[in-house]
């Protein structure tokens, strides 16, 4: 087992900048792969940023492309999300999911309760 909790969203103004924190427990991240997802109300849960913890891989979205930056600290088995020139549109609930290297297809089996962000316009 995996578990993922998430923290620091909140309310920010648009422009404004956010850090998310994802912090895993029960095993060590070395073997998986670390994704952010956004669900706004209404709206369909939707890809946001990737990290493949070994080699340090990442990708992103293209709405938030420039803007956030994913990364992890090995020794607190964490994971950041860094949400910089923040939209009213980035809107939503995020959660952090995790799953292990070599899936076919790539699917995401751990997931943490979710952490509001709201930024006001």
């Known amino acids: 087992q995996v578990q993922l909790v998430e923290s620091g969203g909140g309310l920010v103004q648009a422009g404004g900048s956010l850090r998310l924190s994802c912090a895993a427990s029960g095993r060590t991240l070395s073997s998986y792969r670390v994704g952010w997802f956004r669900q706004a109300p209404g709206k369909e849960r939707e890809f946001v940023a990737r990290?493949?913890?070994?080699?340090?891989?990442?990708d992103y979205a293209n709405s938030v492309k420039g803007r956030f930056t994913i990364s992890r600290d090995n020794a607190k088995n964490t994971v950041y999300l860094q949400m910089n020139s923040l939209k009213s549109e980035d809107t939503a609930v995020y959660y952090c999911?995790?799953?292990?290297?070599?899936?076919?297809?790539?699917?995401?089996?751990?997931w943490g309760q979710g952490t509001q962000v709201t930024v006001s316009s």
């Open positions: 990290i493949v913890w070994s080699i340090g891989s990442t």
């Open positions: 999911a995790a799953g292990l290297n070599g899936l076919t297809p790539v699917r995401y089996g751990y």
